[in-house]
DNA sequence: ACGGTTCACTGAAACGGTTCACTGAAACGT
DNA sequence: ACGTTTCAGTGAACCGTTTCAGTGAACCGT
C-alpha cells in the first residue's frame, strides 16, 4: 500500500507567515486582510506547495464548488452525449461535475442522488428515472436541483428545462399515419413503475385520436439488449417501431439487418432524441430532434446560476423538430 | 438558497444508546464490540434515520470507498461506452466511481488526477492522454493507480491492461496493404506532444516496413470536428484512412457521404476499438476489436483488489482482433 | 481629548467522524 | 489467591479547514 505523502497544512503557511490560521484562510479567499498580506501568504503557500484541501474545506464549509449530474441511464447514448456536454460546459464555467449514473433505477437513483447532497455538491443537475418520487422535495429542502427532461412532482426546484413531450409525440406518430402506418410497436426505455408518466400518457392520447392500434413494450437502451426486444417484435410480425430513443431504435436496426429485412421498404423506424450518430446510418434514422446544445447550455446556466445562490427559478421547455431522414416508409 | 435539513450525528446515537461516540462508531462498522450492541446501535441508528456523513468519515479516516475513473477524452464514443462499463462493474463490486473527463489536454489531465487524489478516491483508474508526465509517479506514491490503454512511465502502478498497439497496428496496416492501399492518411486523436507517444511509434515502423506512404493528421473525436478534419482531408486527395479511433471513422463516413463519396467503392476506412455503433453503419467499420467487456472486467479487478490493499502488481495485455467488415475497399 | 468607526488580524469553537491508548471487569489456569 | 489474558467499552486527540465574535490600534470629526 503507498504511503500518502505528507502535504503541508494550513498551519504550516500560518507559522511560516507569523499569521494566524485563520488569517491565512481569509487571504487565500482573498477577504479580509489587507493586499500586501494577500501577497504574501500566496507567494509563501506557493513555496511550500500548499493547496487547502478540499475534504477539509467541505466539512467546514458545507461548499465544494461542484455539480452533481445524475443521469437516467448512461447506456443510452443521448444520454452520454448530454453527460459529456454538461461536463464541458461546466468546465468552461470553471466548475465540475461528478457524474453518476442511476442505470435506470429509481432505486438506485435514490441513493445516489442522497449521497451527491451528502458529498456537499453545490447544485445538481438530474435527469429523473422516476419524475415523480417524493426524493425530489426532499432533496430541494437541502440543495438547488434543476431538471432535465420531466418536471419533479411537488418539489421546487431551482429551474427545469423540460421538453415539449406532448409535441414531441405528436409529431412522430402523425409522421407515421401519414406515411400509412396503423399498427405501431411503441418502445419505451424501462423505467420507473410509474404509469402514468407523462410522456406515455401522451402516447396513449395521441394514438387514440389518431385512430392507431398500438403495443407498448419496455426496452433497455443498450444496443445488444435492444437488439433482443426488436428481434423478438419483428418475430412477433411487427413492422412500424416507434423508438423512445434513439439507442432502441439501433437496436431495431441491427435486428433487421439481421433478418435481411430493409428499412423502410420491409420495416419502418422512428427514434426520439437525435444522437449525431442517426445522420450516418443508412438509411438516416427519422427522428425528434430535441437542439441537445441548447438543452446542455440551458441547464448549465440555470444550475451556475443556482449555485452562485441566484433563486429566480426558470422553466424552459423545448420544442421538438421533426427530423426526417428515410427510415419511415 | 435552500436551508440543509439538519441531520442526526454520531453522538446522538451515542446519547441514545447510552454509549460513547466510539463504540457506536465501531459498532456500525461491525468492529471491536459485541454482537448485542451492534445490533441495538444498528437499531437505534436506523430509527434516528443516521448515516455517517462521507465527508467527515473521509477527512477522520482517509478513505471514501470511492474509486476514480479519469478518461483521456469523453468526446470519444469507445471511451464513453468503457467509462460506462467501468461505472456498473464498479457498481457490483458495490464501489463508486467518480468519472472525470481530462477533454485530451494533459494539463487538465494533471489538474484532475490531483484533484481525485484530494478526494480521497481508494483507488484511480486513468486512461492516459500523455503516459510519460512526470505526474503518474508521484501520483503512484500516494494511492493505488491502474492504467488502461498505455505503460505509465516509471510509475509503479497497482496494475496495467495495455493494448498490444504494435499487433493492433500491424493488423490494420497490413490489411489495407493487402487491399492495395499504399498512400494512406492516419487520422490520430489529438494529444500531448510527446512525440514518442508508443502506437504512434509503431505506425511509423510498420509503414516504413510495408513500404507504405502515410501522412499523419491529428482529429478529435467528436463528430462534427472529425468531420472537418476528413472533409479536409478528401479534398486533399485522400482516399484511405486509418483512423486511431472508431469515432473518428464516423467523421469519415460522414465527410463522404458529404460528398457524394461510396465506402468502399470510392473511399476506404479502417476504424480502431469497435464501438458497437461500427457493426450497424453500412458499410461496417472494418476495425481492430479490444473486447471492450474484458478489458472492463480487467481493469475493475485490478482496482478493486488494490482498494482492498491488495499489493500484487499485474500487467495484463489485450490482444487485437481484426473486425472485418467492408469499410475497406 | 474623546467617543465612534474602520481596519487588520486572532483565538477558539465548530464541522462529524475515526483511532489510539487505556480501563475495569470477568474469565482463566495453576 | 494470584497474575495473566481477553473483552467491551471509553476519553480525548486528531483530521484540516472555516467562521464567529472579538481585540487592539490607528484614524476620524468635533
Known amino acids: 500500500m503507498p504511503q500518502p505523502r505528507k502535504r503541508a497544512t494550513i498551519r504550516e503557511v500560518a507559522k511560516a507567515t507569523g499569521l494566524s490560521p485563520a488569517s491565512v484562510s481569509y487571504a487565500l479567499r482573498g477577504m479580509q486582510v489587507s493586499e500586501e498580506t494577500i501577497e504574501r501568504v500566496r507567494r509563501v503557500a ?76 453545490d447544485a445538481l443537475i438530474v435527469q429523473p428515472v422516476d419524475p415523480a418520487a417524493p426524493l425530489w422535495a426532499e432533496l430541494c429542502e437541502s440543495l438547488p436541483v434543476v431538471s432535465i427532461g420531466d418536471s419533479l412532482a411537488g418539489a421546487r426546484t431551482a429551474g427545469e428545462v423540460v421538453f415539449d413531450n406532448r409535441a414531441g ?10 406515411r400509412g402506418h396503423r399498427r405501431i410497436a411503441v418502445l419505451t426505455p424501462t423505467r420507473a413503475s410509474t404509469p402514468d408518466r407523462p410522456a406515455d400518457v401522451h402516447v396513449l392520447a395521441e394514438t387514440a385520436r389518431l385512430g392507431l392500434d398500438i403495443e407498448v413494450v419496455t426496452a433497455p437502451q443498450a444496443l445488444a439488449a435492444a437488439t433482443d426486444v426488436a428481434r423478438r417484435m419483428l418475430a412477433g410480425g411487427h413492422r412500424a417501431f416507434f423508438c423512445f430513443a434513439d439507442s432502441i431504435a439501433y437496436g431495431v436496426y441491427a435486428a433487421s439487418a439481421e433478418q435481411g429485412l430493409r428499412i423502410p421498404a420491409d420495416v419502418s423506424v422512428m427514434g426520439y432524441d437525435d444522437h449525431p450518430m442517426s445522420g450516418l446510418l443508412s438509411p438516416g434514422l427519422t427522428t425528434v430532434d430535441w437542439d441537445i446544445d441548447g438543452i446542455v447550455r440551458a441547464a448549465v446556466r440555470l444550475v451556475v446560476a443556482a449555485a452562485d445562490g441566484n433563486t429566480r427559478r426558470r422553466r424552459i421547455v423545448q420544442a421538438p423538430e421533426l427530423r426526417e431522414r428515410g427510415s419511415v416508409g
Open 46 to 121: 506557493a513555496e511550500l506547495g500548499y493547496e487547502a484541501d478540499p475534504i477539509a474545506r467541505a466539512l467546514a464549509s458545507g461548499r465544494t464548488g461542484m455539480i452533481g449530474l445524475l443521469c437516467g441511464s448512461l447506456e443510452d447514448l443521448w444520454q452520454q452525449a448530454l453527460a459529456v456536454g454538461i461536463g464541458r460546459a461546466l468546465k468552461d464555467n470553471d466548475r465540475y461535475a461528478l457524474i453518476l449514473d442511476a442505470t435506470g433505477d429509481p432505486s438506485r437513483e435514490r441513493t445516489l442522488a442522497r449521497q451527491l447532497r451528502d458529498q456537499r455538491v
Open 169 to 178: 409525440v405528436t409529431l412522430a406518430l402523425e409522421h407515421m399515419r401519414d
